[in-house]
């Protein structure tokens, strides 16, 4: 059996984080979700995450931030940056500096599952 893609999960708004995590680990993920910018990098430090879905404009560090935070401990991780506020210029650097995808705010549970797949099997077919 494949093992399970795991998945950190940060967004300040709770709700986010409380429709999430049943349904990707219904798809078959494992799912770690914060709503504490500070606390996720604490679990970074710790701990390894195939990818990591996170807000962009957050308190204490934003999301750029924890993708290079993430990035620089585990070069491996993908991220995706989920965000109300993600302008043509923002994304633009995001994705030039290694940002997986930015999806915009609201997104559909579909899109954002479809992307993970996408990854998981690009993830999975690195490692065989």
Known sequence: MDRKIELLVLDDEEIVCARLKPIL????????????????????????????????????????????????????TEVILISGFATVDITRKALQSGVRDIIPKPFKIAQLRELLDKISTEIKDRSK
Do not use: C, H, N
């Open 25 to 76: 680990e219904k798809a078959g993920y494992s799912v770690e979700t914060f709503t504490k910018s500070l606390d996720a990098q604490k679990r970074l430090e710790e701990k390894r995450f195939d990818i990591v879905v996170t807000d962009l404009k957050m308190a204490d560090i934003d999301g750029l931030e924890l993708f290079r935070f993430a990035k620089d401990r585990w070069p491996e």
